[in-house]
């Protein structure tokens, strides 16, 4: 039987093997999948802001997509995988309506947020494979460590494969 | 394409509503009276059995970590103070049937309440900061932004996915999308049900306005602090429905209130710390 685990806000957790990693309830936020598929690890966080403050070690690091991201990373690390295996997809970063997409306003969190995740990839030599970001509706994302499967549901469009991550190349159903 | 049922209906013929526990409104009157204290406040809590022991119970949570049992009411006013027995009783009040599922709003068991909560808080803070009302007014004015949910949601079974695919396709927001397909929308039902509660009117302004505060002609700064703090609640996704984010956001509201937004940061990690705090009454809320 599937062991699932639930992501909570500013959280970080990976399982191996046949456990599946759940995130509900993702706002502005983006919740982060790695997978390992050379150890069979996936990990996932729920990180919300954009970027740590300077003047701050943040008390958890999973608040913040720079610092969560390296948490992230460490923690796929310290199971045994490679950073170099380390494959990634990520969805989020909506925000309430009538907001522009572009980063005019510090209060575009969910624009800010889905920028930053970028970055903050780009900064390890990494992009993601999939991405399902912006929008008005809130997510839940679902990673299988069995299968690869990286799900997301949201109240509008039900539930759909963002991407298989033992095959990456195949198209997936939207 | 409207129903034909007026809002006074929908109040009047919802079964289950809610009401307000009376003993709760005239703790919160009472609270923000220049004149009340421990004995007087305890002396309104009392006439509710079942308020009183939630509000006690609540008293005794691992959250406030009190050295020793508080056992009576008025002893829970002196020890934690009158505006935290005023906060902790509208949260008794409330708890009991916001934890329940809302259907019509896709909200699971806990949902409405996480998602109350957080606005309650938000707006709390919004208050503190920029000190243009009082916190513990707008932390009730969060509370109860959306009672009109209560209400109308057991007629918006079975629509709701109408009502959200509308607001998608038109690219207008859930509440314009409510009023195009019943009528009204739940802002509407929560100021309706809030003058039928006899909430005092800043409370009545929030439940009508929270998603539109440039409506008012002179928006109260309380009507902003709980915009700005279900903008808080949205973004982190806290009890997000079938409504998700489809509602408009009105930066003005920081302006009225004199609040840079370029500290949102900041102000979210100030709220989720709070927030974080919170979960350890929120486990004894669901023992409650």
Same mark, same amino acid.
């Given at each position: ?32 999948? @790695? ?53 990634? %997809? ?37 992009? @993601? ?16 460590? %069995? ?22 190349? @195949?198209?997936?159903?939207? | $394409?409207? /129903? ?12 289950? +509503?809610?009401?307000? !526990? ?5 703790? $919160? ?6 004149? #009340? /204290? ?27 970590? +009190? ?28 708890? !009991?049937? $916001? ?9 699971? !068991? ?23 009302? /009082? ?6 004015? =969060?509370?109860?932004?959306?009672? =009109? ?18 607001? &998608? ?30 909430? !005092?009117?800043? $409370? ?29 609640? +949205? ?6 429905? =079938? ?9 003005? #509201? ?11 940061? &900041? ?22």
């Amino acid at each position: 039987m599937k062991s699932s685990f639930s992501i909570g806000l500013a959280e970080v957790q990976v399982v191996g093997g046949t456990s599946v990693l759940e995130c509900s309830n993702i706002g502005s936020g983006v919740a982060v999948v @790695a997978y390992d598929p050379v150890g069979g690890f996936v990990g996932m966080g729920h990180f919300l802001l954009p970027q740590s403050f300077k003047d701050q070690v943040p008390v958890k690091p999973a608040k913040f997509i720079d610092t969560g991201l390296q948490h992230l990373i460490r923690a796929m690390v310290e199971q045994g995988s490679k950073t170099d295996d380390l494959v990634f %997809a990520y969805a989020g970063g909506a925000q309430p309506f009538k907001m522009d997409a572009a980063v005019k306003n510090p209060t575009d969190i969910g624009a800010r947020n889905s920028l930053a995740i970028q970055s903050a990839l780009n900064d390890f030599d990494k992009q @993601a494979l999939a991405t399902d970001v912006g929008g008005t509706c809130g997510r839940s994302v679902t990673a299988d460590g %069995a299968s690869g499967l990286v799900s997301v549901r949201t109240f509008l469009l039900g539930e759909y494969v963002l991407i298989d991550f033992k095959n990456p190349s @195949a198209e997936v159903a939207a | $394409m409207s /129903n034909s049922i007026t809002l006074e209906e929908i109040v009047a013929k919802t079964p289950d +509503l809610p009401s307000f !526990p009376a003993a709760a409104m005239r703790v $919160m009157k009472e609270a923000d009276s220049s004149t #009340s /204290n421990a004995s007087s406040i305890a002396l309104i809590l009392a006439q509710d059995q079942a308020l009183s022991a939630r509000v006690l119970r609540l008293a005794n949570s691992a959250y406030y970590g +009190l050295t020793r049992k508080v056992s009576n009411l008025q002893e829970a006013v002196v020890v934690l103070g009158t505006r935290c027995v005023r906060n902790l009783c509208m949260v008794a009040a409330t708890y !009991p049937w $916001m934890s329940r599922s809302l259907d019509g709003y896709c909200l699971g !068991p806990r949902d409405l309440w996480t998602h109350s909560f957080g606005t309650a808080l938000g707006a709390q803070l919004f208050a503190r900061l920029s000190k243009k009302c /009082n916190e513990d007014q707008a932390f009730t004015a =969060g509370l109860l932004h959306d009672i =009109g949910k209560v209400a109308l949601s057991v007629w918006l079974e079975n629509k709701t996915s109408a009502v959200a695919q509308y607001a &998608h396709l038109a690219e207008t927001t859930f509440d314009a999308a409510e009023r195009k397909i019943l009528g009204f929308d739940h802002c509407q039902v929560g100021e309706h049900l809030a003058n039928v509660w006899n909430l !005092p009117e800043e $409370m009545v302004d929030a439940a009508r306005w929270h998603h539109d505060p440039n409506g008012l002609e002179a928006t109260p700064a309380i009507v902003d602090c709980v915009h700005l703090g279900l903008h808080l609640t +949205l973004t982190l996704g806290l009890g997000l429905g =079938g409504d998700g984010m489809q509602y408009h956001f009105c930066e003005e #509201s920081y302006s009225r209130l004199g609040i840079d937004p370029n500290e949102i940061d &900041h102000i979210m990690d100030t709220f989720l710390n709070g927030y974080e705090e919170y979960e350890k009454l929120f486990h004894d809320l669901t023992a409650a």
